[in-house]
C-alpha cells in the first residue's frame, strides 16, 4: 500500500467518524462509541476489498456485508453516504420520522444494506446463510459479518461459528470489534470473552489478530482471509472505542450517548485536525 493510498484510506475513515458525529448530534440519541472504532475496517471494506457497486446496490455477484452490532448503525450509514450509495446530506436525518436511517439497520429502507439487524447475536447465522447460497447457486461472492466483543458472549454467535466450520464456509470473513467495553463497562469484568481467538481456533475457524486501526494490516489480513481454504476466517480487530475522539476514547458512557452541540464541535474539529 503507498503512502498515497493510506492517505485516501485514512482520510475516508476521518469522514467516516465525522458522519457519526454529525448523525448521532442531530438525532440526540445513537451510538458513537462503537461507530467510530471501526470507521478503517468499514473504510478498507468499502474502498479496497469489496465488490459493490453504488449504481446497482443489488447486483447479484456483489460482496456482502452483515453488521450484526447493528446499534454501530450510523457508522455503516455514513460508510454508505461516502461510498456514493446515498446523499450525505441525509445523515443528520438519522433516527428521525421517515428518514431511511433507522435507528438499526433496514434493508429495505436504504440502498447498499444486505441485511436488518439490531437484536444481538443473529448476524453470524446470516453471514451462514448468505454464504451458503452463494455456493449453492455458484456465486463467488464473499460475505462479511461485524461482531462486538460484548455480543459474541451470546450463545447463537457460538452456533454459527459451528456452523460455519460445519460447512466449510471458506467464503465467510467474521471481524469482531475487540474494543473490551461494552454498554455497562469493561467487557472482561461483566462477561469476560478471552480468549477469544483461541475460541474461535478450537470451533475450526482460521483466526488473525489484527490492529484494528492500521490499515496496512487489515489490508494484509484481509488478503489472508480471501486466500484461506476449507474453513472461515475471523479478524479479531484490537481497537479503541470511541476511537479519534479524545473524550469518547475507552469510555462505556460513550456506548450509547449522543454529543451535544460543545461536544460535537471540539469532536469535529480532533478530526479535521
Known amino acids: 500500500m503507498t503512502n498515497a493510498e493510506k492517505l485516501t484510506l485514512a482520510k ?3 469522514h467516516i467518524r465525522m458522519g457519526v458525529i454529525e448523525g448521532t448530534h442531530s438525532a440526540k440519541c445513537g451510538h458513537p462509541g462503537g461507530s467510530l472504532d471501526i470507521a478503517e475496517v ?4 468499502y474502498f479496497v476489498d469489496m465488490n459493490v457497486d453504488p449504481k446497482a446496490p443489488k447486483k447479484p455477484d456483489r460482496d456482502r ?3 450484526s452490532k447493528g446499534h454501530a448503525a450510523p457508522v455503516l450509514y ?15 436525518t438519522l433516527r428521525q420520522l421517515d428518514s431511511p436511517l433507522q ?3 433496514h434493508r429495505e429502507k436504504l440502498p447498499g444494506l444486505d441485511c436488518s439487524s439490531g437484536s444481538l447475536g443473529q448476524g453470524l447465522s446470516v453471514a451462514n446463510g448468505l454464504a451458503l447460497a452463494a455456493r449453492r447457486t455458484g456465486r463467488s461472492y464473499r460475505t462479511y459479518c461485524l461482531l462486538g466483543d460484548g455480543e459474541v458472549q451470546e450463545g447463537q454467535i457460538w452456533e454459527a461459528a459451528m456452523t460455519a466450520a460445519q460447512f466449510s464456509l471458506d467464503n465467510v470473513c467474521a ?3 475487540d474494543n473490551g467495553v461494552q454498554l455497562d463497562g469493561p467487557t472482561k469484568d461483566i462477561m469476560d470473552v478471552e480468549p477469544l481467538g483461541a475460541k474461535f481456533a478450537a470451533f475450526g475457524w482460521e483466526v488473525l489478530d489484527v490492529d484494528g486501526h492500521s490499515l496496512v494490516a487489515l489490508r494484509d489480513a484481509f488478503r489472508i482471509a480471501a486466500a484461506t481454504q476449507g474453513r472461515p476466517t475471523v479478524l ?8 479519534g475522539v479524545s473524550f469518547m476514547e475507552g469510555q462505556a458512557a460513550w456506548h450509547g450517548k449522543a454529543p451535544n452541540a460543545e461536544q460535537r464541535d471540539q469532536a469535529l474539529k480532533e478530526l479535521e485536525g
Open 175 to 177: 471481524v469482531v470489534d
Open 78 to 92: 455514513s460508510a454508505l453516504a461516502r461510498r456514493g450509495f446515498f446523499d450525505p446530506a441525509l445523515l443528520p
Open 65 to 67: 456485508l452483515v453488521l
Open 12 to 14: 475516508h475513515a476521518c
Open 103 to 105: 435507528g438499526h439497520p
Open 42 to 45: 468499514l473504510s478498507y471494506l
Open 236 to 243: 479479531i480487530a484490537h481497537t479503541v472505542k470511541g476511537k
